[in-house]
């Protein structure tokens, strides 16, 4: 652990199949107004708005309705939520829904006091906020981001063709988060598996960094094989509690920070699926699928002995006999066979993206230096190129 490092978290999560009544316990302490985030429907399809409003109203609150945030979130839709807030003075921001929910609720909450625009202040400058912050608080219905746990906000800007996060400080993390597994039942598989994939995609951006032995690295390794254990089971039943609950706690883990501590962190599958997902506004987890595997083939020489650890301790892979790059590449193929039977995709093209997209992809993706291979412009082309 030769890495030094600061370490909060800020949220206090109530977990479990009974946990939406402690929205009772939590909601005295905001004041009056509360601005009701969510998305396309499925919580109405679910029954989940109407467990939800009628804590709300149980709880006396006024309840100012922002309905319609998609699938990563737009700039539009920012601006939007912004106005609601002002109009009705809110009080607390509360996110009922996956990521895109949760992360446009910290957006919202750091502009509502700001007459800076949004866009330019936080995801084009990444200038932190210096306005009065609006409580975010989340129930979460999909398993994957980590949002719920961090202070993370993804936005897209379609006019640009940009998709950029911003982490935000503790003070923009919910301040609660309520996790009940079965409100992930719902999910359409295709959801379902693109959120294990991100979830198991955050460990590695953390884990394929740095030389040193480090406690994370364990941790990492032992979330990894919780991920993998339970996502099989979760593929052939989607309403195994068991398998739901475990994947729903080792999406927060994965991305709450711990995990990451004392690491460089490498996160260029993320921005990679990022540009992708610019481009094509695809499902996060599945942009990731699609590049993970040509990333990792052309990185695997420059962070060999990690690589062959990730296939001995992740994959099980016997090493008996085997030269390192044997075993890396019997790692990554254990990997390869695990994406496709929970079934995620291996090719952008698949996404939406095209040949003559590649240029425009390649200039929208930050290159970062966390890793082991500072990766060249030709090589984000490779890339790219190898998943079409
Ligand atoms: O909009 P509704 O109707 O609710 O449907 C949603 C949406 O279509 C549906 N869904 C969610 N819960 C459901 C459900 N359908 C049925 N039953 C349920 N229980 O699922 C669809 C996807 O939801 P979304 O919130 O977009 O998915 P996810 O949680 O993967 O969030 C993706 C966003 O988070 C960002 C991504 O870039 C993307 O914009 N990320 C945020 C991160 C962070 N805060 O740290 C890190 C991640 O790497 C990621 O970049
Ligand atoms: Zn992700």
Redesign the pocket.
Known sequence: MLGNFSFMNATKIYFGDDSLKFLNDELPKYGKNIQLI??????KR?GIYDAIIEILKANGKNIVEDAG?M???TVDKLREGIKIARENNVDLLLAV???????YAKAVSVSVHCDEDAWEKYFIRFEEPTCEIVPVACVL??A????EM?G???I?NHATKQ?I?HVFGENVMPKFSILNPK??F???KR?MV??IY?IFN?ICEQYFSGTDDNTSDYIAEGLMRSVIHSSLIAVENPEDYEARSNIMWDATLA?NTLVGKGKTQDWMV?MLG?AV?AYTDA???MTLAAVSLPYYKMIMPYGLPKFKRFAVNVWNVDAAGKSDEEIANEGLKAMENWMRKIGVTLKISELGATKDMIEGIADATFILNGGYKVLTRDEVIKVLSDSL
């Open positions: 969510y998305g396309g429907g499925s919580i679910n945030v699938p990563n979130p829904g996956g990521g895109s929910c949760c992360d219905t999909m994957g981001t980590g949002s961090n993370g906000s993804v897209t998709k996060g409100f992930t719902s999910l359409p959801q693109a959120g991100d955050h991305l993320h990022q997902g499902t996060h987890g």
